[in-house]
Every structure is written in C-alpha cells, then in structure tokens.
C-alpha cells in the first residue's frame, strides 16, 4: 500500500500534498490504528469516506487536510454557567470539545475519550 500511496503522491493529477505513516499520524495524535493518511494539496478533497479524491467539492467541506493549515482553523467559543474567563486555549482539537462539555456538565465520556481543555471554572467574578 505505501508504494501505491508514494505513486500517487508523485501524480499531481490525484492532488495528494503528502503521505504520511503510522508514526507521522501518532505525532498528529490521529487515531492510533491508522496505518496511513493522506494530506490534500488546497482545492483538492477527499470525500466519500476515503474511496474519492476530487478538485471539486460538492459542499463547503472536506476531508483530508493536515491541521498545519491555519486557513482551516475555526473558532471554538465557551460561556455558561461555572465558566469563568476569557483565554486563548490554544489549537483544539476536536476530540477535545466533547470531553470538555461532558466535564462542564458533570457527565462522565468512556475510557477512550480524549482529554478536556482546560477552561477555568468557578464562580463568575
């Protein structure tokens, strides 16, 4: 599979900016059973799972960016009850969003979640 993915990645007509290992995905903290991954060159998509890759997307979206990529950060904004202050958290991922309301609310995530962000809490001064 790696010589296959190498081939492609050399054929600008699939659009495939890099390949990367298991060891490259474990540094990205990607799912730790990945074998491979493939990031797109701008423009270019991954979409139907992974079976497609496409310059054109059907929608707003895709698939198959490395998260390097500033233009494809978003903004990820906390307030409620028990939350107290304004702080840049840094780079999220979005393995940690669902922890993190899960902590807020009291709820308890499986084993396998990923850690919370670590919002100050308390009471609003």
């Known amino acids: 599979m790696g010589a296959l993915l190498a081939g492609l990645t050399e054929d600008p007509a699939?659009?495939?900016a890099s390949l990367w290992t298991a060891d490259d995905l474990a540094?990205?903290?990607a799912h730790p059973e990945a074998a491979f991954g493939i990031g797109m060159r701008p423009g270019w998509y991954a979409l139907g799972g992974s079976d497609v890759?496409?310059?054109a997307a059907p929608s707003a979206g895709g698939h198959g960016f490395p998260p390097e990529y500033p233009d494809l950060h978003?903004?990820?904004i906390i307030r409620g009850?028990?939350?107290t202050a304004a702080r840049d958290?840094?780079?999220?991922r979005m393995t940690q969003i669902g922890p993190t309301l899960a902590r807020l609310l009291?709820?308890?995530l499986g084993p396998d979640a990923d850690e919370p962000l670590d919002v100050p809490t308390?009471?609003?001064p």
Do not use: K
């Not at 958290?89 to 999220?92: A, D, E």
């Open 74 to 76: 978003a903004s990820l």
């Open 122 to 124: 308390g009471a609003a």
């Open 14 to 16: 699939y659009g495939i």
């Open 89 to 92: 958290l840094g780079i999220v």
């Open 53 to 55: 890759l496409t310059p």
């Open 81 to 83: 009850p028990g939350v």
């Open 106 to 108: 009291g709820v308890r």
């Open 27 to 29: 540094a990205r903290q």
